[in-house]
């Protein structure tokens, strides 16, 4: 077997190479591996595909599992020469030519160049930026403050733009559950919202289980940074520019102003234009006015837990603010 993912989900014998994964990738730069045909180079090749692309299910019980950030998926490009008649003239070119094509329309990258090498180069390059590092370094180091540079120079904006055309609230974001087979899918044109969010980094593993003979993932923000950063995102989306609304709103809570806060979102909800929902149905979802109101605290950077049950009954939304001093405001939210 070639392929490292069909012998762990199969239960084969496997003899952990991946100590040796972890030297390839902390000790060197550029590998040649020059072993003859059918020495075994097919599978670590495959192995490092999985290890890079974050397949974290398969790497359990392994050396590298706890020794390996599973937060970071990164592209892979995988080009093989494995079959095909490249003795007959012009076949390796037209051969690496349609290769490319395809990891580009995969990866909905634009080939800019008519060449084999200028196309593979364009391409290295689109998908290093599209992960942020080198862009985010600059920008920290050009700007000297810490901000959310990955969020805001890594995030296209058809992830926002998706999640509002697919009517996905922002409530339903943090905990969905999603299994191997969807987290793996790399379809663009028909990509599953849960395998978009972890793909490009916005959502990654919080835990996991087996169910059914399956793995199955809950997934959650990575760190504050995008919590807040996405809910902001959302938030201008759905609303306008909110962010003077969001600054008086932090004033009404730090003074316990519930009132204030009540005239704040009538406001809020009372300046979202007519004729943004007049050709279609939002008006009669809930979950877009609920998607606005908890975007506006997580995008703040508030604590804020949903369907929070107590002695007293339950909260659809409890926010927790000013905890240096142990202060607590709970804010109920009736439905309508």
């Excluded at 370094?137 to 700007?143: P, R």
């Excluded at 807040?228 to 938030?235: G, I, P, T």
Aim: aromatic fraction near 12%.
């Amino acid at each position: 077997m070639q392929t490292f993912r069909e012998i762990r989900e199969d239960d084969c014998y496997y003899v952990d190479k991946t100590a040796y994964m972890r030297r390839l990738v902390d000790e060197g730069k550029h590998y040649f591996l020059s072993r003859p045909r059918r020495f075994g180079k097919s599978l670590p090749v495959d192995t490092l595909k999985e290890l890079f692309e974050g397949s974290e299910s398969l790497f359990r019980g392994l050396d590298v599992h706890d020794h390996w950030d599973w937060s970071m998926r990164h592209p892979v490009v995988r080009l093989s020469f494995g079959s095909g008649d490249f003795k007959e003239p012009g076949y390796l070119q037209a051969n690496l030519m349609e290769q490319l094509d395809a990891v580009e329309r995969g990866e909905g990258v634009t080939p800019a160049y008519a060449s084999a090498p200028g196309r593979f180069g364009y391409l290295i390059e689109s998908l290093r930026e599209r992960a942020g590092q080198r862009v985010v370094v600059l920008l920290l180091f050009d700007t000297r403050q810490f901000k959310a540079w990955w969020f805001e120079t890594g995030t296209p904006t058809f992830l926002v733009e998706t999640l509002v055309e697919r009517g996905v609230g922002a409530l339903e974001l943090d905990g969905m559950l999603a299994s191997d087979e969807l987290l793996s899918s790399f379809d663009v044109e028909d990509m599953a919202t849960e395998a978009l969010l972890f793909q490009t980094g916005t959502l990654t593993i919080l835990d996991s289980e087996e169910l059914g003979g399956e793995s199955v993932h809950r997934l959650g923000y990575p760190n504050r940074e995008v919590r807040q950063s996405l809910n902001r995102s959302l938030l201008n989306r759905l609303t306008g520019n909110p962010s003077k609304r969001q600054e008086h709103g932090v004033r009404l809570l730090k003074a316990n102003d519930f009132a204030g806060l009540e005239e704040l979102f009538r406001a809020f909800f009372a300046s979202i234009p007519c004729q943004w929902h007049r050709k279609n149905d939002i008006a009669d979802y809930e979950g877009y006015y609920a998607s606005v109101f908890y975007s506006c605290f997580a995008g703040l950077g508030l604590d804020v837990t949903v369907e929070d049950s107590g002695s007293r009954g339950r909260l659809d939304m409890a926010v927790v603010f000013s905890s240096e001093t142990r202060n607590l405001a709970a804010l109920a939210v009736e439905r309508a």
